[in-house]
């Protein structure tokens, strides 16, 4: 028997909510490329994290964030969430001279190389003149699994005790900046009901996505 109930994990994502502790992927200060969400659990504690791949540049400058915010009643942060530094470009390389882009850009993934050709990435003007969020989405596609949370990241945040049972590429995600939404609050949310409802029973089949998964940059970006 679990010492802990769907209500509990639900109380808890409110009040991160109102103290805005909880991630929006509509914010000013950064724009969102993907997220991911990952339940763990035991039958005394439980955690969720939900980890964004954003551009932060008055936080990183050109180079991607990936922010991790965490949940729970047994984590070893207490502070809302932590960054990590996956992806560096070495100095300059983002650099435009007389508006020109470098053909190739050399990018480092956790210590690892990749070379894109700048002519591949997809622009997005109407957002931008600069490259440095259309690379991103380009590295997002090719690299995502990478440049996302790995293992000793994720226990840093969550004891290794807890097991995983549950890790979500899409759902609907609380529009929590939004005050007139329906759903402002993370227990509104069909989704976020399910999740509690995975952490505190151990059965991951009590997820089901819907029509009204969202997690999407684009539906999210302050233009």
Known sequence: ????????????????????????????NYDMATA?????????????????????????GVEPVLM?????????????????????YPLGELEI????????????IREEEFIVNSSQVQRNLHLSDYI??????????????????NETEFREIVPAELSQIIQLDNWHHPDVYNPNSEFSVPSRTKSM????????????????SSEDDNVDWEKWIIK
Not at 39 to 47: I, K, L, T
Not at 99 to 107: K, L, N, P, Q
Not at 140 to 147: C, G, L, P, S
């Open 193 to 208: 009901q399910m999740i509690a409802q995975v952490l505190a029973s151990g059965n991951s089949e009590l997820y089901k």
């Open 1 to 28: 028997m679990t010492s802990f109930t769907t209500d509990d994990i639900l109380n808890c994502l409110d009040k991160a909510a109102a103290n805005l502790d909880f991630p929006g992927f509509e914010n000013m």
């Open 68 to 88: 991790i915010y965490a949940f729970g009643n047994h984590l070893l942060i207490e502070e809302p969430f932590v960054n990590y530094f996956p992806v560096k």
């Open 36 to 60: 991911r969400l990952t339940g763990f659990r035991n039958n005394q504690h439980w955690a969720l994290t939900i980890e964004q791949i954003v551009s932060w540049y008055s936080f990183n």
């Open 97 to 108: 001279d007389d508006g020109e882009i470098s053909e190739f850009i050399s990018v480092m």
């Open 132 to 149: 440095d969020f259309d690379l991103m989405l380009h590295l997002v596609d090719k690299y995502r699994a990478k440049m996302l949370a």
